[in-house]
């Protein structure tokens, strides 16, 4: 079974492991069994909530060979949300998931998990604590926002992305973009750790990550600080 999930007993209400995120559902379980994975489901087993629209169709049709548990056809946002993993997309040539937003489950966007798609845009769900290494390099992506949970960044993540614009949220206490510098930035070491064409390096910056500013499209010039 997933480490993520955890069993509540229906008979004795004894907690065993289960999911947290339906922690607050009634005390039932559910079983799904695909292909050799089991995976058990805290409250009522009913899956009609709100449907996803899928943009792209072969990222649609690769979503519900893995996730579609009731076998309906479609995808509703409570299926999505108990994904825990995501598998890597390179074998799959999709040019949109803007659905990635409803994968609340997700703890880590795995190594080049992106890389060479030609999607322009992406959500990081907030439960998200990891980006891998050139997770998407090589898209056609003109901003990035890191949610609040995110506390480590691999290498590489935009290489040759056409990155215009890097934000992190306010609440994050591991990284930040201070004073809109247009960077991810490490903050209890003052380390840029990711930049584009249009970073502006913070004055208190003390340490430029090794790749940085790897594969960056377009930048022509860039002034560091004297700190």
Request: some cysteine.
């Amino acid at each position: 079974l997933s480490p993520y999930y955890t069993i509540l007993d229906p008979n004795t209400g004894a907690q065993a492991e289960y999911a947290q995120k339906l922690a607050n559902n009634d005390m039932f379980v559910s079983m799904v069994v695909m292909d050799d994975r089991a995976t058990f489901y805290v409250g009522e087993p009913n899956w009609d909530c709100d449907t996803v629209a899928f943009k792209d169709s072969l990222a649609k049709v690769y979503c519900l060979y893995n996730w579609d548990y009731d076998g309906n056809g479609e995808l509703s946002t409570r299926e999505l949300a108990c994904v825990t993993e995501l598998e890597s997309f390179n074998s799959i040539k999709i040019s949109s998931f803007d659905e990635l937003r409803y994968f609340t489950g997700l703890k880590e966007i795995r190594d080049g998990a992106f890389s060479g798609k030609n999607i322009s845009s992406i959500v990081i769900p907030e439960n998200v604590t990891r980006v891998g290494n050139k997770a998407f390099s090589y898209t056609k992506l003109d901003s990035l926002f890191i949610p609040k949970n995110v506390r480590s960044i691999g290498s590489e993540i935009i290489r040759n992305a056409p990155i215009r614009s890097l934000k992190v949220s306010e609440d994050n206490k591991w990284l930040d973009s201070r004073n809109g510098c247009n960077a991810i930035m490490e903050t209890a070491t003052n380390t840029l750790v990711v930049g584009c064409k249009n970073t502006i390096i913070p004055d208190d910056t003390e340490t430029i990550g090794n790749t940085s500013f790897s594969y960056c499209p377009d930048l022509s010039e860039i002034a560091i600080p004297e700190s």
